[in-house]
RNA sequence: AGGAGCGUAGCUCAAAGGCAGAGCACUGGGUUGUGGUCCCAGUUGUUGCGGGUUCGAUUCCCGUCGCUCCUCCCA
């Protein structure tokens, strides 16, 4: 084979597609119900709205970003997530004088120039929500609801939620003070990926896999500690509005989110089912994402969620509502003349809103009935010669085998009535 | 970027130096116009690609491309 997909990128075929509906029509219903519309941000922006959105020292974009140069000679890149396009579509359109909360939804397909494994491929798909202009805890714990509640909607239980709040920057910035004045003795015990995060970004030690890493860290000082009066009422707040809402979680705090702009309110929803990459959704609010893009200062709040890794979770499931749907009606012809008018049977069925099919592969009518039945017609009309010259046709109950003719015209109604019967 | 495993028929997989196979699927027949079960027959191959060792390579070696999983990080 000479052409294959690009690396990390993969054609979702037919037989997965019920599942992606599925997710998709639960977003699109379920979304609506708390508030949030839909926005659609363009696929690519100029790369400095994530450079500068998304934090330079990030994964994300230090490493992991589908950048180049357009005929223009302006760097460009394609979409890793879509919190920061969000933002600059808030400030580019003036949504804070027109709306005082900007409930907003997406769903689309993001980049990440990543090694592909189970759950993470290059081009990747989120659904996610963003409320821009409140900083009412009560909001924090409605978009953790909201992304319980479409998980639960798909038929998911077994899923988990951490809760953490890293403050805001002014805590950070005391907290990662004692946090470097802690780890720099132990230095020697931590990887080289930490040791480089000293400088650049100590609080990712904290989420570091490595074994020592952890053992370091586990006896550290920890965030939550450093709060402010402020941020500790939030996220108290935050807590008690979860409990008001039935919501179980733990509290991690080492969750620290590979985000920048993330302020007070971080979450993320696992599964175990899945692999290494379990992580289902992210979030957290961001309060000083509007400001750093030169707006006022706006509180915001929002999460993400993967969609592949969902479907993979959902295609485990086996549920029988997303599985293809079949044929109506089948209709069989046996030459030249009994296909004309079949052709025209079928029109006038679909029409009517049923799915019908004719052969196109000059089949025999042994080899057409087994077609239907393949495709889970549940009848098959048989055009024959016989029939046409009677101006008639044979109705065959693909289930039952029973069989009746009818007259050609009543063929469409008769069609109906059987299937509105055995319905 | 690093580690491990895997590339054989449309699909799932055998063959472990000696004729490239099975099941499923597909086509035809049993049934001159009747599917899902059954029986019979048939079609299907650049063994990923390139080189090497050998009388002989799907098998062993080297390289390469691709896929998968893992580390890291995330959705």
């Known amino acids: 084979m000479k052409y294959y997909a690009p690396k990390g990128l993969y054609d979702i075929k ?61 760097s460009m890149t394609l979409r890793p997530e879509n919190t920061a396009s969000a933002v600059r579509a808030y400030l580019e359109h003036k949504f804070y004088g027109k709306e005082e909360l900007s409930k907003w939804y997406y769903l689309g397909p993001m980049f990440r120039y990543e090694a592909p494994q189970k759950g993470r491929s290059r081009q990747f798909h989120q659904y996610g929500a963003e409320a821009i202009g409140s900083d009412d805890p009560a909001l924090d714990a409605e978009m953790i609801g909201l992304a319980a509640d479409l998980l639960k909607s798909l038929g998911l239980e077994d899923v988990g939620l951490t809760l953490n709040s890293i403050g805001c920057p ?35 030690i904290l989420d570091c896999k490595e074994d020592s890493c952890q053992e370091v860290v586990e006896d550290g000082p920890e965030i939550t500690e450093y709060l402010c009066s402020e941020c500790q009422d939030h996220f108290d707040d935050v807590r008690g509005y979860l409990k008001q809402l039935d919501l179980e979680y733990d509290l991690d705090p080492k969750l620290v989110r590979g985000l920048d702009y993330y302020t007070k309110t971080v979450f993320e929803v696992f599964s175990s089912d899945l692999g290494a990459q379990d992580a289902l959704v992210g979030g957290g609010r961001y309060d000083g994402l509007v400001e750093l893009f030169g707006g006022d200062p706006t509180p915001a709040v929002g999460f993400a969620g993967g969609i592949e890794r969902l479907v993979l979770l959902l295609e485990e499931l086996e549920r029988t509502d997303m599985e293809r749907s079949g044929l109506d009606v089948y209709l069989a012809t046996l030459d030249e003349e009994t296909k004309k008018t079949g052709l025209e049977l079928v029109q006038e069925l679909r029409e009517a809103g049923l799915k019908a099919e004719i052969d196109y592969l000059d089949k025999s009518l042994q080899g057409q009935l087994g077609y239907a039945d393949r495709y889970g017609a549940e009848i098959t009309g048989i055009l024959g010669p016989r029939e046409l010259s009677d101006n008639e046709i044979t109705l065959r109950d693909m289930e039952t085998g029973d069989q009746a003719t009818v007259p050609l015209n009543e063929f469409r109604s008769e069609v109906k009535n059987h299937l509105d019967s055995s319905r």
């Open 14 to 74: 037919p037989e997965d597609i019920p599942y992606w509906h599925a997710v998709e029509r639960e977003v699109r219903s379920t979304m609506p119900l708390y508030g949030y519309e839909e926005i659609r941000t363009p696929i690519m922006e100029k790369t400095e709205v994530f450079a500068r959105g998304v934090g330079e020292d990030t994964d994300v974009v230090s490493k992991e970003m589908y950048t180049f140069e357009d005929k223009g000679g302006r």
């Open 170 to 204: 002014e805590d950070r910035v005391k907290y990662v003070d004692k946090l470097v004045e802690y780890l720099k003795p132990e230095k020697d015990r931590l990887c080289d990926n930490c040791r480089a995060r000293l400088d650049t970004n100590p609080l990712r």
